[in-house]
């Protein structure tokens, strides 16, 4: 029976009980399909309440039959497999020490034994960490053993299946959903316990035959991990009745990093006379990875397919397997000046962390090196910070708000940084006045407008009392002239300082006489003396490229600076700020001034 009333939009129950209502009206077999109390009326619920359920069960099942529209981690999970991509696990938190061994009688050697424990703590809490390999110590000093150390986070657990083929079902899967995979070892014990093989994990097929010693690694459902071994073919099947004996870390993620201080449980081979010192506390744990950014990671993984080859191959592969990367730049050497050709660079920004650490950097290479071409070699570089310092004016109506003018400052303050987390505080990014300028606009009704200035600069943090040259990029075009920042004493000129400026220093000469730096728009670089308002140009100290935007400073000597270091100050030709290679952009709050002026704006009414 045709009928044009029938609607196929809105699924829940009310509109599906009205479009099955308006279907039936064309039947003049019913006639009370609008009557609540009818029997035909209690049919149209049931069948509205059938249909309802059957559109959302359809649905949510049409949802996570794809990676991109899937709600639940295991079906995420699921489609990860088939992406060739194994989700991140837990990562141990490491330290590197010092362990010296003070034997209390003559001995040839030091057994460090793997999975040898220390204690440390990280406020209230207390964590084991442990060696991950054995280490035998020889040749003392004055019967002194020493040795560097890394240490991880978490005690060495087992897991043991046996092998049955007649159970087509059998998988093998850590019980543990904290395991650091990365600690993972596979032993297969055959012959009623005569022979021991132990397995390596690997993550491809290439390079492998039927007797490859290896086991591969993939999610499970509830955020476990499940081992795979080989089908005879592309790695080595154990036999049947074959004991497999997982060993693995445990890890407490994240908690555990910045602990400093550690301490030996017992003793080691049998010597309680142990010392102990940090080299570097520990960092680089981390929890298991999101449903989000498995979502995320998944297709750019196997876009990789396991090698870096462009520049986005090094940014994925490093950003997925290290998750304490918070952000990473990676570019080609053609792209310096002079070209570097064969090179690719690579800034890598840790997570609460200033710099990068050197044992990060070479876990990094050791990662990356079997991953690229012959020919390119990894380079990596530490990224460098340039901020701005904002002065901000706002003016309110204060007609319009019950709010203070130190409310006012509180709220533009906070939309700056948070437009400083939302869009800056990364590699490759572009700073857009307009928009700044109205997220500043936006913090409260009342604001009527605010005249916003921004200088980019660069800190330098010199060694005192030693001759220092530098050169810095800040990687965009200099404004030239149009302006007077700076009055020179004694002087006609009116250009001075007006692009470049910096805070203030003093020099060996006296340390109470301050400094600056000035430019004189034609490419040469001052120091001037502070007199009260004014400065007094002393010498020569470097120059100024306005177009590639790099300042010089030649064989200076600095006696101290204010706060953290000496900032440049740079106006840019663009209020617009795009950065490139291993350039942050950033806000920090001690640059940021708000000045707050309320003025009266009466709403005039006219009467209609």
């Not at 308002?533 to 177009?547: A, P, S």
């Amino acid at each position: 029976m045709a009928n044009t009333s029938i609607q196929l939009v809105g699924l829940d129950f009310n509109s599906i009980k009205s479009n099955l209502k308006s279907y039936l009206k064309n039947n003049s077999a019913f006639k009370d399909v609008d009557f609540e109390g009818s029997n035909i009326n209690v049919l149209i619920d049931l069948l509205s309440y059938n249909t309802y359920m059957n559109a959302f069960y359809t649905n949510m099942v049409a949802s996570e039959m794809f990676i991109d529209t899937a709600q639940l981690r295991d079906s995420v999970t699921s489609h990860a497999k088939m992406l060739n991509y194994t989700p991140r696990s837990f990562v141990s938190s490491k330290a590197l020490i010092n362990l010296s061994v003070t034997p209390s009688s003559n001995v040839t050697n030091v057994l460090i034994p793997k999975g040898t424990t220390f204690t440390s703590r990280v406020g209230s809490n207390t964590y084991t960490f442990s060696t991950n390999e054995s280490l035998v110590l020889t040749n003392p000093n004055n019967n002194v053993y020493k040795t560097q150390l890394d240490i991880y986070e978490g005690n060495y657990v087992t897991d043991s299946f046996v092998m049955n083929y007649s159970n087509t079902t059998q998988r093998f899967v850590i019980s543990n959903p904290t395991v650091d995979v990365s600690s993972l070892g596979v032993t297969v014990v055959e012959d009623s316990g005569n022979t021991f093989i132990d397995y390596n994990k690997t993550e491809t097929l290439i390079g492998l035959n039927s007797q490859s010693k290896v086991f591969f690694v993939q999610g499970a459902e509830n955020q476990q991990y499940e081992i795979i071994f080989g089908d005879g073919i592309f790695g080595r099947k154990p036999k049947d009745g074959a004991v497999i004996i997982a060993e693995y870390r445990n890890s407490s993620g994240e908690l555990p990093n910045g602990a400093a201080t550690f301490l030996n449980d017992g003793n080691i081979d049998g010597h309680a006379n142990v010392t102990i010192t940090t080299i570097t506390i520990s960092s680089g744990g981390s929890i298991n990875e999101s449903t989000e950014s498995i979502k995320y990671n998944a297709p750019r993984y196997f876009q990789t397919q396991g090698r870096a080859v462009t520049t986005k191959d090094y940014e994925t592969l490093l950003s997925i397997n290290f998750p304490e990367i918070e952000n990473i730049s990676a570019y080609g050497g053609e792209q310096l000046v002079p070209p570097q050709f064969g090179k690719v660079f690579i800034a890598v920004d840790v997570r609460n962390v200033q710099g990068t650490p050197y044992n990060r950097i070479r876990a990094y290479q050791d990662f990356i090196k079997d991953k690229t071409p012959v020919s390119i070699e990894a380079v990596f570089v530490d990224p460098e910070f340039s901020y701005l310092k904002v002065d901000c004016n706002v003016k309110y109506n204060i007609n319009a708000t019950n709010k203070l003018s130190n409310d006012i400052k509180t709220l533009v303050s906070s939309s700056i940084s948070n437009f400083n987390i939302n869009n800056l505080n990364t590699f490759s990014l572009s700073f857009y006045y307009s928009k700044f300028i109205n997220s500043i606009d936006e913090s409260d009704n009342s604001i009527l407008g605010n005249d916003t200035t921004v200088k980019l600069y660069k800190k330098i943090v010199p060694q005192l009392q030693k001759e220092s040259s530098f050169s810095i990029s800040y990687g965009v075009s200099f404004e030239r002239e149009s302006g007077v920042d700076v009055i020179v004493s004694g002087s006609t000129e009116s250009h001075y300082g007006h692009t470049i400026s910096s805070s203030a220093f003093s020099i060996n000469d006296n340390p109470a006489n301050r400094y600056i730096f000035v430019d004189d728009t034609n490419g040469i670089l001052y120091l001037a003396k502070l007199t009260g308002t004014k400065v007094e140009l002393k010498n020569i100290v470097g120059t100024v490229n306005y177009l590639d935007g790099i300042v010089n400073i030649n064989k200076i000597t600095f006696g101290s600076y204010e706060g953290s270091g000496v900032k440049i100050y740079a106006k840019t030709l663009s209020k617009d700020i795009t950065t490139t290679k291993n350039i942050i952009l950033s806000i920090i709050d001690e640059d940021v001034n708000v000045v707050v002026t309320p003025v009266k704006v009466w709403k005039i009414l006219k009467n209609s």
